[in-house]
């Protein structure tokens, strides 16, 4: 923290050892960057700030949220109801709103708030200021506010929760750094080409690259990570160097490489052909089943008896080698570092895209990678593996019978996954499996339309490197010049409308008719647009999906997935917790709030229309008699004044007590007051 006085933007410290690492190994590997690194720096760490405060308000961590109050202040008025002339001392800082937060009776958490939005999201300002004493100290990083809060709201994972705070900034900053390299050679190449935006860019990359290339195009631009966390840029457990080399914006490939592991020591789920993981990749890729052979045949031993499944070069370095020394050593477990492919980090990192098949085909490949990223350490589950490839299927088989959703949803198909299994006296069998397993995914041009421009979630409401808005506002743009629309914010709300009409049916028909939530936030959807119309949703990854069987069963399904998953639920509440948070807050929440900020929309006008296009799934569903109990019970939550989401900063804080919820406040709730069907039927007509 800093004393006001003696804040100087123009001189950059490293204040943590995370920093430092960052710095010299940029020095030492990459000194181009090093300069670029100090100067993002503060950027980092303000953008990291923020998105803590904003999560502590949301969580309402120490009743962050329900025991502050709003202070207006000015440089000329005293607040008579603050006799401790507090007004007065932010006044004379910064006037106009701030919130105040009183630690104890001597010290003041102090900031302003830039705007409001649903389910009590907030975006902070600065200064944030500590008042103590009758001193204004400034937090300018997340470091220092962990550091106050901890010393007035004890928790067992503060210590825990500011290293990886830390490990963000760090990495946020160097995510800075390259990307704006990269958005400069964007904008010159779009000159070059004449290109009047970003959306147009990717045109006409599309036009002469095959759709992957276009995916890999957007999810670059994310460049800060999961839109909510403050950890998004998290990768705890990669050195700085292991960045350089594997992170979003590392300009060389990543290499997978395959390892053998004993039939009899491998839990398998195979694709529909019978292949297993390593089987599909070499009948995909023929040079490296010569690999394999050549490997084998220096001992004369038979690979038949083994699966191979693809390993991320760096956990196979770092995680495998050591970790399964023993194994490697009697060749239970078998690297083969001949056999390798070259492949794309996604913007998960894990999640690989391959090089080029002889056929011209790509394959996506999730890889265990053991480093905390978010919330989660990302190595995977054997229930993830083995069940990857069975609830694909079953989707698909409901995707395929439900008429509403067969032409606008597609599913990325997990074909075949894989895991080591460690005996019955392994001393840590769980994190033994998790580090060797895959799974392998299918690209999206196997399921593409021509003309279809596809789009990530993540990426539509990261800064646009063309026009320096956003992608949601370039498409905006054009869905309203394609009308002859000048009213940005009218179009805006009807963008929001067709958005959510897309989005909405495949969550709620899953949930209340199947029992089914996945996880539809921004990272796991990928939208098609056709002249900037969102016109198919595709989504991706069920390894957070969760499954409540009774409602599956009164369809007629049955599933059998690995015993002990905790993908399937005996609680209703969880799987419709998991369907809502994810949707609503984490990713509508955002789109509304973007085109709030951006298009001047009505957010009560763009909540109404929601509100009604999900009154009007549930009435249809409501039409099946068997389904109006469940239809009910859904619409209570959904319309409720509060609905739950993920506290990710309460489960840091306390990481032994599993999933954490808090309540925020529901905008569907807030925007019934009014009749939304008319508007929703307005809204028909001008289209």
């Known amino acids: 923290m800093s004393h006001l006085q003696d804040i100087t933007p123009d001189r950059v410290q490293l204040r943590t050892i995370e920093e430092l690492r960052m710095y010299e190994t940029l020095g030492a590997n990459a000194p181009r960057y090093a300069a ?6 503060p950027r980092a760490r303000t953008v990291v700030l923020h998105r803590l405060l904003a999560a502590l308000w949301r969580e309402n961590v120490g009743a962050i949220r329900t025991a502050s109050r709003r202070l207006d202040v000015s440089t000329h008025a005293l607040d008579r109801a603050d006799p401790s002339a507090l007004s007065a001392l932010l006044g004379g800082v910064q006037p106009g709103a701030w919130q105040v937060y009183e630690l104890d009776g001597t010290a003041v958490l102090a900031f302003p708030i830039r705007a409001e939005h649903s389910f009590n999201n907030v975006e902070p300002d600065n200064p944030v200021l500590c008042l103590r004493a009758g001193e204004a100290i400034a937090i300018e990083s997340p470091h220092d506010l962990v550091e106050l809060l901890a010393e007035y709201e004890p928790a067992p994972g503060w210590r825990s929760f ?74 705890l457990g990669m050195q700085p160097a292991a960045l350089l080399r594997h992170d979003l914006e590392s300009e060389t490939s990543t290499d997978l490489i395959l390892v053998g592991v004993r039939r009899e020591r491998a839990e398998s789920t195979p694709d529909e052909q019978g292949r297993d993981v390593g089987q599909l990749l070499c009948a995909e890729y023929p040079r490296l089943d010569t690999a394999i052979r050549e490997h084998f045949g220096v001992d004369q031993r038979d690979p038949t008896g083994y699966v191979f499944l693809p390993v991320h070069a760096w956990q196979l370095e770092q995680v495998v080698r050591p970790l399964l020394a023993d194994e ?62 069975v609830y694909s299927r079953l989707l698909r088989q409901i995707i395929d019978r439900e008429p509403v959703l067969a032409d606008r949803i597609v599913l990325l ?27 392998v995914r299918r690209n999206i041009s196997a399921y593409l339309r021509p003309d279809e421009l596809p789009v990530p979630g993540c990426a539509l409401i990261a800064r646009a490197p063309v026009t320096e808005s956003s992608l949601l506002v370039e498409l905006i743009s054009r869905y309203a010049a394609s009308r002859g629309e000048e009213d940005l914010g009218m179009v805006g709300l009807r963008f929001a409308e067709e958005y959510a009409m897309l989005l909405l049916p495949v969550t709620m028909i899953l949930m209340t008719k199947y029992g089914i939530a996945v996880e539809a936030h921004l990272q796991n959807c990928i939208f098609t647009f056709v002249d900037a119309v969102p016109t198919r949703l595709v989504l991706r990854d069920w390894g957070g999906i969760r499954i409540y069987p009774p409602r599956l069963r009164r369809q007629g399904l049955r599933l059998d997935p690995r015993p002990g ?87 840091r804080l306390d990481p032994a007590g599993g999933d954490q919820y808090a309540q925020v406040r529901n905008p569907l709730h807030e925007s019934g007051v009014h009749s939304c069907a008319p508007a929703l039927a307005r809204g028909r007509e001008r289209r």
């Not at 098949?357 to 265990?368: E, Q």
């Not at 460690?422 to 397993?437: N, Q």
């Open 328 to 389: 490697i050593a009697d060749r239970t477990v078998v690297p083969v570092p001949a056999a390798r492919l070259a492949g794309v980090p996604t913007s998960s990192v894990r999640t690989l895209l391959t090089e080029r098949s002889p056929v011209g085909r790509r394959l996506l490949v999730k890889t265990a990678l053991d480093t905390l990223i978010g919330s989660t350490r990302r190595s995977i589950s054997a229930h993830t593996t083995n069940n990857g490839p």
């Open 565 to 651: 998953t905790v993908t399937v639920t005996d609680d209703v509440h969880v799987m419709r917790a998991k369907a809502l948070y994810t949707v609503l807050s984490n990713h509508l929440g955002e789109v509304v709030a973007h085109v709030v900020a951006r298009c001047d929309v009505n957010p009560r006008a763009a909540w109404q229309r929601i509100r009604a296009v999900l009154q009007g799934l549930l009435a249809d569903l409501d039409a099946d008699p068997a389904l109006r109990e469940d239809v009910a019970a859904d619409r209570a939550v959904l319309l409720a004044p509060t609905l739950p989401i993920k506290a990710f900063v309460r489960m």
């Open 36 to 41: 670029a690194f100090l100067a993002q720096l």
């Open 162 to 235: 500011a290293a990886e705070l830390a490990d963000a900034v760090a990495n946020l900053t160097l995510a800075y750094a390259r990307s704006e390299e990269q958005r400069l050679a964007l904008r010159q190449l779009a000159v070059q080409l004449h290109a009047p935006d970003t959306v147009g860019l990717a045109q006409m990359v599309s036009a002469r690259e095959a759709p992957e290339d276009v995916m890999v195009f957007f999810e670059r631009l994310n460049t800060e990570g999961h839109n909510l966390h403050p950890c998004g840029r998290g990768r």
């Open 413 to 439: 198909d997990e074909l075949a996954g894989a895991s080591y299994l460690p005996l019955a006296h392994d001393p840590d069998p769980d994190r033994r499996s998790r580090a060797l397993s895959a799974l």
